[in-house]
């Protein structure tokens, strides 16, 4: 079966400051790997997604995350936190059964202070 | 806005009780796939249709089932409602051509008293 971990709840950081979210899977298969941002109040909206194309992927508002099969991971960066990046983010990877249910991960609630 | 859209936004009821949650999923979608989001048990898949046919089942209770109609919009029925079951519902829905994308509607925020 398929999981993910994402490691830290919270995370808080300055404005201006790197922002790096982190993340593991496991899989049997190639996965698909996915982020998606939660703002309060809010559905989730796709920040970038991995489909075993080009291993750093580039999303929206400047994140983008790598895809390193040796370390099962897909961490999530952005060089320049910014107030608006305060949000909740998921971490999710397509079920290999074939149907592309999302499994989460339990999310991290990012904080950016000024 | 992702085109996906829920009604109601809230929805408050008490245990025992039974409701229906709407989706509409974006235009020319066939895929719409159903998630609860709870403070306990994070966000997990519920169940998925295509095309008006059931195409995968994950967590869902037995109290809980959906249909897609032929317009392609979906429900979600919960039936003898418990405190457990209040949290965010979400539908979501995918494009034909890239079917590991999906888009989430708002949500409904399901309170049970």
């Known amino acids: 079966a398929q999981s993910v971990t994402q490691l830290g709840s919270h995370v808080s950081v300055s404005e201006g400051a790197l922002v790096l979210l982190r993340c593991n899977y496991s899989?049997?298969?190639?996965?698909?790997l996915f982020w998606y941002v939660q703002y309060p109040n809010q559905g989730l909206q796709l920040l970038l997604k991995?489909?075993?194309?080009?291993?750093l992927v580039k999303g929206i508002n400047g994140f983008e995350a790598e895809f390193k099969k040796s370390e099962t991971s897909f961490h999530l960066t952005k060089p320049s936190a910014h107030m608006s990046d305060a949000a909740e983010y998921f971490c999710?990877?397509?079920?290999?059964?074939?149907?592309?249910?999302?499994?989460f991960g339990a999310g991290t609630r990012l904080a950016v202070h000024p | 806005d992702s085109g996906v859209t829920q009604t109601p936004k809230h929805l408050i009821t008490a245990t025992g009780q039974r409701v229906t949650l709407r989706c509409s999923p974006r235009?020319?979608?066939?895929?719409v796939y159903w998630y609860q989001q709870s403070l306990d048990q994070g966000l997990q898949f519920l169940i998925q249709?295509?095309?008006?046919?059931?195409?995968a089942k994950g967590n869902i209770l037995e109290r809980f089932s959906a249909q897609q109609f032929p317009d392609l919009h979906s429900e979600l029925n919960l039936s003898s409602l418990e405190l457990g079951d209040s949290a965010l519902y979400f539908c979501?829905?995918?494009?034909?051509?890239?079917?590991?994308?999906?888009?989430f509607g708002p949500g409904t925020r399901l309170t049970v008293l």
């Open positions: 991995y489909t075993s194309a080009a291993t």
């Open positions: 979501a829905s995918t494009p034909s051509d890239r079917d590991n994308e999906q888009f």
């Open positions: 999710a990877v397509s079920d290999s059964g074939g149907y592309n249910k999302l499994i």
């Open positions: 249709y295509y095309n008006g046919e059931e195409r």
């Open positions: 899989s049997s298969v190639p996965p698909y």
């Open positions: 235009s020319g979608d066939l895929s």
